[in-house]
């Protein structure tokens, strides 16, 4: 599975040889981490795929349906969600298995941040089985729960 330049007709810079040279080196610092971490993927007993967007230091993967959309900015061979969240699991729950799933990620533009300098590509992600299905967590809550 390789890194995939998402190339439209407007948009060129994702075959910039310096925009592919970091995104290589951001890659090749990503693909050594072995934790769960945002970008990654959970795999739920339902078969449905989520994006894990953050990582909280207790441990909860809160994450985002991957069809909802949302950005990941990958700098430096980390990801940054930019979007809706959803309740999470924990990562005690979470197994890495063998496989890899693209998902996509931005630079920016030869490294430099500025008004709409976001260059896009697919990346292989890691994937995580969880054991459960998703959690109701501190952002999940009921109305009948709300003393009103």
Same mark, same amino acid.
């Given at each position: ?5 998402? %190339?439209?007709?407007?948009? &060129?810079? $994702? ?20 934790? %769960?971490?945002? #970008? ?6 339902? $078969? ?7 990582? !909280? ?8 349906? =991957?069809? +909802? @959309?949302? $950005?990941?900015?990958?700098?430096? #061979?980390?990801?940054? =969600? $930019? #979007?809706?969240? +959803?309740? @999470? %699991? ?7 298995? &063998?496989?890899? &799933?693209? #998902? ?6 030869? @490294?430099?941040?500025? @008004?709409?300098?976001?260059?896009? =590509? ?5 994937? !995580?089985?969880?054991?459960?299905? &998703? ?14």
């Amino acid at each position: 599975m390789n890194i995939k330049p998402t %190339v439209s007709d407007w948009d &060129k810079r $994702s075959i910039d040889t310096s925009n592919l040279s970091l995104i290589k080196k951001y890659y090749n610092k990503y693909k050594r981490r072995q934790t %769960v971490e945002a #970008g990654d993927f959970i795999k739920f007993p339902n $078969s449905k795929f989520h994006r894990v967007t953050y990582v !909280w230091y207790d441990g909860t993967c809160q994450t985002m349906e =991957y069809e +909802d @959309g949302g $950005s990941f900015n990958f700098d430096h #061979g980390r990801a940054s =969600y $930019s #979007g809706s969240l +959803d309740s @999470g %699991v924990n990562k005690k729950h979470l197994n890495k298995m &063998k496989m890899l &799933k693209h #998902g996509t990620v931005w630079i920016s533009h030869r @490294g430099h941040l500025c @008004g709409n300098c976001a260059t896009y =590509y697919e990346i292989p992600c890691k994937v !995580w089985k969880s054991e459960i299905d &998703k959690e109701v967590g501190k952002w999940d809550m009921k109305l009948e729960d709300l003393d009103i």
